[in-house]
């Protein structure tokens, strides 16, 4: 087969029975000992005429979806969801589908390297900026890096998946007693899901990020959850969507979406509610009262405080609007209330979470079909661990810049670009001497570092993630290379194996693992006496073998937990609508890409989708009321400035009649300055226009925003599905 092994060794390695057959199509813990080969030189156990099918996990978020990749005579050619993994049972998103786009990116950064920082260069041969060198120079320098420092000067950032090389991280800092490694990612921040879990905590005494049970509820009603789109699991909450809509006994469901800006998920839903920005916890606290009366019973605590008319002034809607909910929740039998995204995002957010989630302690839905859980803890975790917060992220901020930290190590998280400036992130990296990213691409991030040792591609590399929630069991998601790794890249996990017995000590005898696939091994032989998997195995050979070919392990429970509503309606709420943060005439609502996502501007194929909205591509606008449009003087493809009180950017209008009057929006996932090709030098990026302000959970007040709009007298035509003019250059009208 090759050089290293021959075909007979290889199949001992592999074990006997199921476990053989795993390895042959490349799904089992041997086949890291066979070397892949591209298409023009086959390997044995790839045929001419015939796909070969690998089961990995999608990395494009932090959902942890399974996928199935088609390869075909050494290339992968093909994406689709695996049917096997109970988060997204077969089913995927854009970002997943067009996951081959980063695979064959031409930008990727293709060998390690010393390089400049603040130069956009990553290759020798494009000049002096980078310095390419051997992956024997890399194990030395991050072992000088991790003895030659005191343990509180080395740091680790990383992205916000709870995968395999967090817990390599978690481990080795426990060894040398360095800080604990920081999780961050942009999602996370747009979420508000550390408010959304110390929410939980407060209401219901329980740790856990809250899972909402769409699928067998009759009646959703979210306050600005975009929950189809980006929200915590959008591909296992799309399902349930379906489930909802498909309905139970002949009644199909019923959904009403509550925010000023109409999203893709407020598009789906069959009543658009247009609350202003930060009314959010009246309004529900209002509803609540008002289905007291309704239902004729002793007023809780919990809307005691509730002022229906202060609420319905702060929300600018109507009493009609109000009622009807509360006629529909009335004849409903399983109603549920999501509260998420941008209606967290408040300075109020705190508040306007335990608001909602004490509507479904008040309808009785806690722990029961079509109501709220906490979710399932996933395998190999001991506890619910959520990704830093922005008060968190501003503290490790405040420690970088005062000097504290003389190496940084970076992974699967681009903070200078996902951060807001007034954070001063980039500032902050001044005063660190050594910064090393691993990165896969030329992001903002990279660029501001000192070393750049390139990881694999997430579909050519080994490991697992643990699943936070869309899913009432309990999923550990494993991923595989389905391919040979294109470039001189290498496994972060093994680079830090090899500086650790470089390094020896306790930190070689701590970690003494020769390879990432055992130190997989060393975490997935806990779960091999496991009884409630859907598969088991006598020894860990064989339990990898099946891991791998079936995507990863989970449970056949139902391990969700119910909370507990003990004294939820005897607490007394907040009812103040937020406190917003500038003098300008409108509300600023941000908000995801939900075709890009927070990663996705470098994916061409990604550029090129329509945003499901308003069908532009290529580039960002801000959103405008047609009647504030008329007032302001401008038309579609009119350049405005946006002010804050903390920044300025600049976009092309586009009228959009499903937004507030008083409100405008701009999505986040352009305006790089990196990133490559696809991605630098087009758009803007709204976090520019981000204070430092956060609600008591410590998540970003992204929402809580007034600003200014100004006409600049340019004008700029935005590429739309409608014309190909701004991309191509003519009309194709």
């Given at each position: 087969?090759?050089?290293?092994?021959?075909?007979?060794?290889?199949?001992?390695?592999?074990g006997?029975?199921?476990?053989?057959?795993?390895?042959?199509?490349?799904?089992?813990?041997?086949?890291?000992?066979?070397?892949?080969?591209?298409?023009?030189?086959?390997?044995?156990?790839?045929?001419?005429?015939?796909?070969?099918?690998?089961?990995?996990?999608?990395?494009?978020?932090?959902?942890?979806c399974?996928?199935?990749?088609?390869?075909?005579?050494?290339?992968?050619?093909k994406?689709?969801?695996?049917?096997?993994?109970?988060?997204n049972?077969?089913?995927?998103?854009?970002?997943?589908?067009?996951?081959?786009?980063?695979?064959?990116?031409?930008?990727?950064?293709?060998?390690?390297?010393?390089?400049?920082?603040g130069?956009?260069?990553?290759?020798?041969?494009?000049?002096?900026?980078?310095?390419?060198?051997?992956?024997?120079?890399?194990?030395?320098?991050?072992a000088?890096?991790?003895?030659?420092?005191?343990?509180?000067?080395?740091?680790?950032?990383?992205?916000?998946?709870?995968?395999h090389?967090?817990?390599?991280v978690?481990?080795?800092?426990?060894?040398?007693?360095?800080?604990?490694?920081?999780?961050?990612?942009?999602?996370?921040?747009?979420?508000?899901?550390?408010?959304?879990?110390?929410?939980?905590?407060?209401?219901?005494?329980?740790?856990?990020?809250?899972?909402?049970?769409?699928?067998?509820?009759?009646?959703?009603i979210?306050?600005?959850?975009?929950?189809?789109?980006?929200?915590?699991?959008?591909?296992?909450?799309?399902?349930g969507?379906?489930?909802?809509?498909?309905?139970?006994?002949?009644?199909?469901?019923?959904?009403?979406?509550?925010?000023?800006?109409?999203?893709?998920?407020?598009?789906?839903?069959?009543e658009?509610?247009?609350?202003?920005a930060?009314?959010?916890a009246?309004?529900?606290?209002?509803?609540?009262?008002?289905?007291?009366?309704?239902?004729?019973?002793?007023?809780?605590?919990?809307?005691?405080?509730?002022?229906?008319?202060?609420?319905?002034?702060?929300?600018?809607?109507?009493p009609?609007?109000?009622?009807?909910?509360?006629?529909?929740?009335?004849?409903?039998?399983?109603?549920?209330?999501?509260?998420?995204?941008?209606?967290?995002?408040?300075?109020?957010?705190?508040?306007?979470?335990?608001?909602?989630?004490?509507?479904?302690?008040?309808?009785?839905?806690?722990?029961?079909s079509?109501?709220?859980?906490?979710?399932?803890i996933a395998?190999?975790?001991?506890?619910y661990?959520?990704?830093?917060?922005?008060?968190?992220?501003?503290?490790?901020?405040?420690?970088?810049?005062?000097?504290?930290?003389?190496?940084?190590?970076?992974?699967?998280?681009?903070?200078?670009?996902?951060?807001?400036?007034?954070?001063?992130?980039?500032?902050?990296?001044?005063?660190?001497?050594q910064?090393?990213?691993?990165?896969?691409?030329?992001?903002?991030?990279?660029?501001?570092?000192?070393?750049?040792?390139?990881?694999?591609?997430?579909?050519?590399?080994?490991?697992?993630?643990?699943?936070?929630?869309?899913?009432?069991?309990?999923?550990?998601?494993?991923?595989?290379?389905?391919?040979?790794?294109?470039?001189?890249?290498?496994?972060?996990?093994?680079?830090?194996?090899?500086?650790?017995?470089?390094?020896?000590?306790?930190?070689?005898?701590?970690?003494?693992?020769k390879?990432?696939?055992?130190?997989?091994?060393?975490?997935?032989?806990?779960?091999?006496?496991?009884?409630?998997?859907f598969?088991?195995?006598?020894?860990?050979?064989?339990?990898?073998?099946?891991?791998?070919?079936?995507?990863?392990?989970?449970?056949?429970?139902?391990?969700?937990?119910?909370?507990?509503?003990?004294?939820?309606?005897?607490?007394?709420?907040?009812?103040?609508?937020?406190?917003?943060?500038?003098d300008?005439?409108?509300?600023?609502?941000p908000?995801?890409?939900?075709?890009?996502?927070?990663?996705?501007?470098?994916?061409?194929?990604?550029?090129?989708?329509?945003?499901?909205?308003?069908?532009?591509?290529?580039?960002?606008?801000?959103e405008?009321?047609?009647?504030?449009?008329?007032?302001?003087?401008?038309?579609?493809?009119?350049?405005?400035?946006?002010?804050?009180?903390?920044?300025?950017?600049?976009?092309?209008?586009?009228?959009?009649?499903?937004?507030?009057?008083?409100?405008?929006?701009?999505?986040?996932?352009?305006?790089?300055?990196?990133?490559?090709?696809?991605?630098?030098?087009?758009?803007?990026?709204?976090?520019?226009?981000?204070?430092a302000?956060?609600?008591?959970?410590?998540?970003?007040?992204?929402?809580?925003l007034?600003v200014?709009?100004?006409?600049?007298?340019?004008?700029?035509?935005?590429?739309?599905?409608?014309?190909?003019?701004?991309?191509?250059?003519?009309?194709?009208?």
């Open positions: 087969m090759t050089d290293k092994i021959s075909r007979r060794d290889f199949l001992k390695l592999a006997v029975g199921a476990a053989t057959t795993a390895v042959l199509t490349g799904c089992g813990p041997a086949s890291r000992y066979v070397t892949r080969e591209p298409y023009v030189k086959m390997p044995e156990y790839t045929y001419n005429g015939l796909s070969t099918y690998y089961a990995t996990t999608c990395r494009e978020c932090s959902a942890g399974g996928l199935i990749v088609r390869t075909f005579q050494g290339r992968a050619i994406v689709e969801g695996n049917q096997n993994n109970p988060v049972l077969g089913k995927t998103c854009a970002r997943g589908q067009i996951s081959l786009h980063g695979l064959y990116n031409p930008d990727r950064v293709q060998n390690p390297g010393k390089h400049v920082r130069e956009n260069v990553f290759s020798s041969d494009k000049g002096a900026g980078f310095q390419e060198l051997t992956w024997l120079d890399v194990t030395n320098i991050v000088d890096a991790l003895t030659k420092n005191q343990p509180d000067e080395v740091a680790f950032l990383v992205g916000m998946a709870p995968d090389l967090f817990d390599l978690t481990d080795l800092t426990q060894t040398i007693g360095a800080p604990a490694p920081v999780r961050f990612g942009a999602l996370g921040m747009f979420e508000a899901r550390t408010t959304l879990m110390k929410a939980a905590q407060e209401l219901f005494g329980q740790s856990g990020l809250p899972f909402f049970d769409i699928g067998n509820a009759d009646l959703v979210s306050f600005g959850a975009n929950f189809l789109e980006t929200w915590l699991s959008p591909v296992a909450q799309t399902r969507y379906s489930q909802l809509r498909k309905g139970k006994n002949g009644r199909r469901g019923y959904f009403v979406q509550l925010e000023p800006r109409m999203s893709q998920t407020g598009a789906k839903a069959d658009w509610v247009p609350l202003a930060g009314s959010e009246p309004v529900a606290l209002a509803i609540g009262r008002l289905l007291a009366e309704a239902r004729g019973i002793s007023l809780p605590p919990a809307f005691a405080n509730a002022d229906v008319n202060a609420a319905l002034s702060a929300a600018g809607v109507n009609e609007s109000i009622q009807h909910l509360v006629d529909l929740i009335t004849a409903s039998e399983r109603p549920v209330f999501i509260p998420g995204g941008a209606a967290l995002a408040q300075n109020n957010g705190l508040q306007t979470a335990e608001a909602v989630l004490a509507l479904n302690a008040f309808v009785g839905n806690l722990g029961q079509g109501g709220v859980f906490l979710s399932a395998p190999l975790a001991d506890e661990h959520r990704p830093a917060s922005a008060k968190e992220m501003a503290d490790f901020v405040g420690k970088l810049k005062s000097g504290r930290v003389k190496t940084l190590f970076i992974h699967g998280v681009n903070p200078v670009f996902e951060l807001p400036k007034s954070l001063g992130f980039a500032d902050a990296l001044a005063n660190v001497p910064v090393i990213s691993f990165a896969t691409f030329p992001d903002e991030t990279a660029v501001q570092a000192d070393y750049v040792f390139p990881d694999h591609h997430s579909l050519e590399s080994w490991g697992y993630q643990k699943v936070a929630t869309g899913a009432s069991s309990s999923v550990l998601s494993g991923s595989q290379p389905v391919i040979v790794p294109f470039f001189n890249t290498k496994s972060t996990v093994d680079v830090l194996l090899a500086a650790a017995q470089q390094a020896g000590g306790s930190l070689a005898a701590a970690l003494p693992f390879d990432e696939v055992e130190f997989l091994q060393s975490k997935l032989v806990n779960l091999i006496n496991e009884s409630d998997g598969f088991s195995a006598p020894e860990i050979n064989t339990f990898t073998a099946y891991f791998q070919q079936h995507g990863g392990w989970w449970k056949t429970t139902d391990d969700r937990v119910a909370p507990s509503s003990a004294d939820v309606l005897n607490r007394s709420l907040n009812a103040a609508a937020a406190r917003l943060d500038g300008g005439e409108f509300f600023f609502v908000f995801v890409s939900p075709i890009l996502g927070e990663a996705g501007a470098n994916k061409p194929w990604l550029q090129e989708v329509p945003d499901p909205t308003t069908t532009v591509m290529w580039n960002t606008w801000v405008i009321n047609p009647d504030t449009a008329a007032k302001l003087g401008v038309d579609n493809g009119d350049v405005v400035k946006v002010t804050s009180a903390y920044g300025e950017v600049e976009a092309s209008v586009y009228k959009y009649p499903a937004i507030r009057p008083d409100t405008i929006a701009m999505p986040f996932g352009q305006g790089h300055t990196a990133y490559g090709q696809f991605a630098q030098g087009r758009g803007v990026n709204p976090a520019d226009l981000f204070g302000s956060m609600n008591e959970a410590g998540d970003l007040a992204f929402a809580g007034r200014r709009v100004e006409k600049t007298g340019k004008t700029k035509p935005l590429a739309r599905m409608e014309s190909a003019l701004g991309v191509y250059g003519f009309d194709a009208k």
